[in-house]
């Protein structure tokens, strides 16, 4: 995927204002519409004038994009960081088109559908996972008003895995883009104490009640939605409520069926290891996942490792190599004999 450098195809500078950007459209519009343009690339440089713009009109999508940085560069080889977009708090704009009514996003590019497609959290379509109402926190919205309600906003936010397990009180750092008085774009911190219940799964949301943008004329504020998300965890790897985690063992361990401590969100458990355990092979400990009304598993993957080497241990192994009758290839070999 090419990287797009918006600015460039709008021909502003990085710091331009949000009337600069206006006029700037305006101006290059006239010149590619294709109704009007004798450029002969004027329908792909309108095309592409448009998609630039729908970015940078928006302080919320020009906000985001800019947190790319300024090192890329038009048509360079480009993947957006895995951590992008995490703590922008961005109005969810629900009935709005997530092309302000100029285009769909399947009208754009890959670059754009990447960033800012309808599975994006950048999305005016709801692009963030399906809402859990269950899960909120804050005062409701009171009682009847005759003011307008005020919009919700949705944010990303990453916790840790053990914070799903427990539960617990913790402190979120959000973005939000704002116009400054001059007319550009920037974002202001907003720290929050969120309540995370026991039992969240990534891609549920959090609802704080209020505190999205404030009413009008007396109306109720909007409410705020955090899309859970899991920091990379160094043991676990999470499925839904399901847990995996990979178990070094030594060879007598599994070749003796022992038993060994396995690490868990709820603690250290011992588990009875099957006689003549292989290296890949899944054991599950049920009801040891992210708590819920049916609890995950955790999946034990076993990774048979040899002991580090040294005089004795090849000692060890040599005197193996003699004694036992092993050939872990038999098959291999029964195999292309049969074939050939």
């Not at 219940?197 to 009413?215: D, E, F, N, T, Y």
């Amino acid at each position: 995927m090419r990287f797009k450098d918006y600015y460039v195809v709008m021909g502003v500078p990085r710091g331009a204002t949000q009337d600069e950007i206006k006029r700037a459209y305006r101006k290059l519009a006239r010149k590619f519409h294709p109704d009007v343009s004798k450029e002969k690339d004027a329908e792909e440089r309108f095309k592409e004038l448009q998609e630039a713009y729908e970015v940078l009109k928006d302080p919320e999508k020009r906000a985001a994009y800019d947190q790319l940085g300024e090192n890329w560069r038009q048509g360079q080889e480009f993947r957006p960081p895995p951590d992008w977009g995490k703590g922008f708090e961005f109005s969810a704009g629900r009935g709005r088109g997530g092309s302000g009514g100029q285009a769909g996003t399947a009208d754009f590019s890959d670059f754009f559908s990447e960033l800012f497609g309808a599975r994006s959290p950048f999305s005016r379509e709801g692009g963030f996972g399906a809402r859990t109402h269950g899960f909120e926190t804050g005062g409701g919205r009171g009682g009847r008003s005759h003011g307008a309600a005020g919009q919700d906003h949705v944010a990303r936010v990453e916790i840790a895995v053990e914070d799903a397990y427990r539960g617990g009180t913790r402190t979120i750092e959000l973005r939000t883009p704002e116009i400054t008085p001059e007319g550009h774009v920037t974002t202001r911190p907003r720290t929050l104490r969120v309540s995370i219940p026991a039992g969240v799964v990534a891609g549920q949301q959090i609802r704080l009640a209020g505190q999205g943008s404030p009413g009008f004329g007396g109306g109720p504020a909007g409410d705020l939605y955090l899309e859970v998300n899991f920091r990379p965890h160094p043991l676990y790897r999470v499925d839904g409520r399901d847990i995996t985690v990979t178990l070094p063992v030594a060879p007598w361990e599994a070749a003796l069926g022992e038993t060994v401590s396995v690490p868990t969100l709820g603690g250290a458990v011992e588990m009875k290891l099957p006689t003549g355990a292989r290296s890949g092979q899944r054991l599950r400990l049920r009801g040891r996942g992210l708590p819920g009304q049916t609890p995950g598993d955790q999946y034990v993957v076993l990774e048979v490792v040899l002991p580090p080497d040294s005089p004795r241990s090849r000692e060890f192994f040599e005197r193996m190599k003699r004694e036992l009758p092993f050939d872990p290839r038999a098959e291999l070999a029964l195999a292309s004999a049969v074939s050939s």
